[in-house]
């Protein structure tokens, strides 16, 4: 049973274009987590959210957290080519620890120039 | 080094056979996870250790499935009698155990398990 449910699961942009990848669960989570993931290597935190409804932005990165705590979203302006990557989102439900993360479906995003 | 390290990077192993995987984690991280990462199911929990106790073992998937952890530093992840369902990159990560709930995990970069 997946807990995290991301869409799209691919998206292919060109350089300047905006994307929103969304992040949906049925459970309500402590925190939410965005990670980035490129060929080889393991996933590196970009954002942890931790307050329903609190936006948190990055340079071109923009995250939302539900007020519900269910779901989480994120936005990036201007795509780059080196936004390129595996996109996960990651929370810790309430009755599992923090320790315990859930890890969404994964949106694979191409940028071309 | 600086970051987590896996090894091997890849693992080819053909099916019956145990197999051994290795993570050091960063230097001070008290907190040492571990993850498998495959095509069909995403990222899952495998089991938590906090030093070298393991308060979290419920992702392990069978009883084929062992990890220890000694001197509060490295950890092995064991897979007795590999099965093809077993291939998959398994991941390693660490923080540094304070328990926060924004203590982030750093990731290693995998080793890839592949069982014929």
């Known amino acids: 049973t997946q807990l995290l449910e991301q869409s799209p699961q691919f998206l292919s942009i060109q350089e300047g274009e905006n994307l929103t990848v969304y992040c949906n669960s049925s459970?309500?989570?402590?925190?939410l987590q965005w990670y980035r993931q490129e060929p080889g290597e393991g996933p590196v935190l970009l954002v942890t959210?931790?307050?329903?409804?609190e936006v948190k932005k990055l340079k071109r990165l923009t995250f939302q957290f539900g007020d519900a705590r269910k779901d989480s979203s994120l936005h990036i302006t201007a795509a780059q080519p080196g936004d390129t990557g595996l996109y996960l989102c990651?929370?810790?439900?309430?009755?599992?620890?923090?320790?315990?993360?859930?890890f969404g479906t994964g949106t694979r995003l191409l940028v071309s120039p | 080094g600086a970051g987590v390290s896996q090894s091997p990077s890849n693992k080819v192993t053909e099916k019956g056979k145990d197999v051994e995987l290795r993570c050091d984690p960063i230097?001070?991280?008290?907190?040492l996870y571990w993850y498998r990462q495959s095509l069909g199911q995403g990222l899952e929990f495998l089991i938590y250790?906090?030093?070298?106790?393991?308060?979290?073992k419920s992702g392990l998937p069978s009883d084929r499935f062992s990890a220890e952890r000694t001197g509060g530093s490295v950890s092995t992840l064991t897979i007795q009698r590999t099965q093809q369902e077993d291939s998959a990159v398994y991941l390693c990560?660490?923080?540094?155990?304070?328990?926060?709930?924004?203590?982030?995990?750093?990731f290693g970069p995998g080793t890839r398990l592949t069982v014929l």
């Open positions: 990651a929370g810790d439900r309430l009755d599992t620890g923090f320790q315990k993360l859930v």
């Open positions: 459970s309500v989570f402590s925190s």
């Open positions: 959210v931790v307050t329903g409804g």
């Open positions: 990560a660490s923080s540094l155990g304070v328990g926060l709930r924004t203590d982030t995990q750093y």
């Open positions: 230097s001070g991280h008290t907190a």
């Open positions: 250790f906090q030093g070298n106790s393991a308060p979290d």
